[in-house]
């Protein structure tokens, strides 16, 4: 049994995503980021980053439960276990993890950043919206690059390179983003948007965020604002 620690953000979304995909037996428990509760120690014990996602994995290697905290982290975690969405030869596996780490280290963090500066920022700040969102556009062009002659990011199949940057793609109106600009990341975002486990995975705990407002107490859960 996997014990999921989440929150309806795209990083949250990732693993929900891969668990829903994968058909395996899952709890998830949400852990609501705008009121703090990323900082209780009992999640501390296995997110040390105080950040969602994180799973505990109760049947572990050799039985013993087994704790993974950081998304591209949980992903390779859930896909070796159950050898789905990651392909077993070294070229291929290789592709894959290439596009899951551009996600993780690049076009999170910016997306991230744009969508925080023209989004949540209590005071525009016209400097960071255009570094960010200038940045957001190189990065979509990347993707759009990639994506030519393809239908997914890596190794010919639908893998967690995929479900790994699907849920930041997707909020490409918070991050200043036209897709008529990037004909082939639309078609991508539609086609990973008919798959039933994607909207499943996209969906799981939005009723908890909407009881949620992003108010000052959210602010200082998030940004220490």
Known sequence: MVHLYSWPTPNGQKVQILLEELGVEYVAT?????????????????SPNNKIPAIVDSDGEGGEPITVFESGAVLLYLADKHKQFVPPG????????????FQCSSLGPMLGQATHFRRYAADPVPYAIQRYTTEALRLYG?????????????????????IATYPWMVRFRRQGVTLDDFPNVKAWIGRVSDRPAVKRGMDLLKE??????????AREALFKA
Not at 142 to 162: F, H, K, N
């Open 30 to 46: 949400p852990v609501n980021i705008l009121r703090g509760e990323q900082f209780d120690p009992a999640f501390l014990a296995f």
């Open 90 to 101: 070294l070229r291929d596996r290789t592709e894959v993890l290439e596009w899951l780490f």
């Open 142 to 162: 990347v993707v759009e690059r990639r994506l030519s002659g393809r239908e997914w990011l890596a190794a010919g199949a639908y893998t967690i390179a995929d």
């Open 208 to 217: 908890a965020a909407l009881d949620t407002p992003i108010d000052a107490q």
